[in-house]
Structures are given as structure tokens and as C-alpha cells.
């Protein structure tokens, strides 16, 4: 069996505001929550250092791209909720569109190579 | 977390909350608290990582208050500047000497608050400690000042009769270059501190 090697650093340092703003405009989401669906949908490959979430977050809201309010669960936790503002919106777009060019470049050199 | 080194501007209240939400996820999976209050801390990453991290997103914002600063700051000398020299050339009571004097007096303090700001780091000690900055320019700005005004009052002000016009030379020649020294100084020490602690820091 062909062992999946460890995600790259830097991959997972450019995907991370990609994933959280498209995470986000799914709907309000806190921290902790986010860092375990990017684990659970990467079946366990993209574990994100916990603490480095948060700076990420920080910087996002700092520049606009994202906004959030502290809530209170039914249990009683206190909680900051993220949700995606406009500008973040526009950004995650971006994303996109530049993931998906990376993306199709690969894909079609690999065709060629079975060619 | 403070026991770890974590200093602000850390959000520790977003931070607990993580680590609790952790704690019950271990917890509920069959690791005692100790365990699951360990493991949590643990996976939150080094502390000074942390830290560096969140600094590195306040710089931004402090370089940015930083510029922001700066542009108000010669916005408003510009603004006064463009007074004083409207009172030289708009009053009626100097002759063409006196005004060129006076226009002479206002472009010399101009240039000495360019000159003093980016030369005199090479004169004057880069002071790191914020708080030793602030009171280096409270007593430079105050006492001196405060002297010179006496001086000037005084000897001069009170001592002569003057015709408007060359009074008003006068008064622009000895406080304007002056003023451009203080303000040049001002300005350099607080950007030759940034830098050096910008430096340090990265």
C-alpha cells in the first residue's frame, strides 16, 4: 500500500482561508467547530494546529472579511460565532477561481502523462 | 495559559472556550479530565508560536495607525503652515523685505523638520522604552520651549517697540526653526524605535 504522505506546510497554510471563508458561507460557525469539519471532511488528513486557527481568524476579521459576535449555547457556553461578510464573499470567489485554475493546469498536464 | 508564557493580545477568552469544547470531546471519549485538560493544552501548539502568531496581526494594524498618524500630523503642520504664510503675504503692514523674511522663517522650519527627522538618527539615540520616548519628548518640547518663550518675552517682546511688520519677522524667525527642530526630533525618534523594535522582533 502506498503510504499518503503528510499534507505540505505550506498547502495547508494557502488552503486555510480558502476553506474557512467557504466553511463559512455555509452558514455561522465558531472556532473549534470549524477546525473539526476540516478534519472530519479531509478524512482526518488536514489536522490544523489548533492555536493557529484563531490568529488566522483574527487577521480575516481584521481585514473585513469576516465578522463575529459572542453567543451563548443552550448549555451555557459562551462562544464566538464567524460568519462571512460581503467582502469575504468576493474573496472566497477569488479563491476559487484561482484553486480551480491551479487545479485544471495540474489535471490536464496528468492526462497528458497516460496519453 | 498564563501560566505558559501567553500574554495579550492573545484572545484567552476565545482560547478557553476552545479548550473546553476539547476537553468535553476527550472527556466523552473516555479520557479522564487531567488527561483530556493536558492533551488539549498540548494541541493548541507551543505558547510562543501562539503568541508570535497574534502579534504578527497586531503589527499590522499598529503599522497602519503608525502611517495614518503620520499623515494627519503633516496635514495639519501643512494646514498651519498655509496660515502662517497667507498672515506674511496678506497683511498690510510689512514691506517686501519683511514678507520674504517671514516666508523665509516658515520654509526654514519646513525644512528643518525634514532634515531633523531623517538625519538626526545618526546623532541621537534610538530610545527603545516607550515610556523613557514620551518623557524624553514631554521635557524636550516643554522645557526648552517654556525657557525660550520667557527669553523672547522678555528681552525682546517687552523690551522694544516694534513696527508690525518686522515684529512679526522676528516672531516667525525665532520660534518657527525651533519648532521644526522639536518636531523633526519627535519624529525621528519614534520612527528609529519602531524600526528598531521591528527589527528585534522579526
Given at each position: 500500500m502506498y503510504l499518503v504522505p503528510m499534507i505540505r506546510k505550506e498547502l495547508v497554510a494557502a488552503s486555510a482561508e480558502p476553506l474557512i471563508l467557504s466553511l463559512l458561507s455555509k452558514g455561522e460557525s465558531y472556532g473549534y467547530a470549524i477546525i473539526q469539519e476540516v478534519k472530519a471532511r479531509s478524512g482526518g488528513k488536514l489536522q490544523w494546529t489548533d492555536g493557529m486557527l484563531y490568529p488566522v481568524l483574527h487577521r480575516m476579521e481584521r481585514r473585513g472579511l469576516i465578522k463575529s459576535r459572542w453567543a451563548e449555547s443552550e448549555t451555557g457556553r459562551k462562544r464566538k460565532y464567524y460568519s462571512l461578510k460581503k467582502d469575504g464573499k468576493t474573496a472566497m470567489a477569488k479563491h476559487h477561481e484561482q484553486w480551480s485554475l491551479v487545479h485544471s493546469v495540474l489535471a490536464g498536464l496528468r492526462k497528458e502523462q497516460y496519453v | 495559559m498564563l501560566a505558559a508564557g501567553i500574554k495579550t493580545p492573545v484572545p484567552l477568552e476565545e482560547l478557553e472556550s476552545h479548550l473546553r469544547d476539547e476537553i468535553e470531546r476527550q472527556t466523552k471519549s473516555g479520557w479522564s479530565q487531567e488527561e483530556a485538560f493536558k492533551s488539549a493544552v498540548q494541541k493548541i501548539g507551543p505558547a510562543h508560536t501562539v503568541q508570535n502568531e497574534f502579534e504578527k496581526v497586531e503589527e499590522t494594524k499598529e503599522e497602519r495607525k503608525w502611517k495614518e498618524g503620520q499623515i494627519w500630523s503633516g496635514a495639519i503642520l501643512g494646514f498651519l503652515q498655509l496660515i502662517s504664510i497667507g498672515a506674511v503675504l496678506f497683511?498690510?503692514?510689512?514691506t517686501l523685505g519683511q514678507r520674504l523674511s517671514g516666508l523665509a522663517a516658515i520654509a526654514t522650519s519646513i525644512l528643518l523638520v525634514a532634515a531633523v527627522g531623517r538625519l538626526s538618527h545618526r546623532v541621537f539615540p534610538v530610545i527603545r522604552a516607550q515610556r523613557t520616548r514620551t518623557a524624553t519628548i514631554v521635557i524636550l518640547g516643554n522645557v526648552p520651549g517654556i525657557i525660550w518663550v520667557g527669553i523672547f518675552t522678555r528681552f525682546f517682546l517687552l523690551g522694544h517697540e516694534f513696527p508690525f511688520g518686522q515684529y512679526l519677522a522676528a516672531l516667525l524667525w525665532a520660534n518657527c526653526p525651533p519648532l521644526g527642530v522639536f518636531l523633526g526630533l519627535l519624529w525621528e525618534i519614534q520612527t528609529a524605535a519602531r524600526k528598531k523594535v521591528a527589527m528585534a522582533g522579526s
Open positions: - | 497683511n498690510s503692514d510689512m
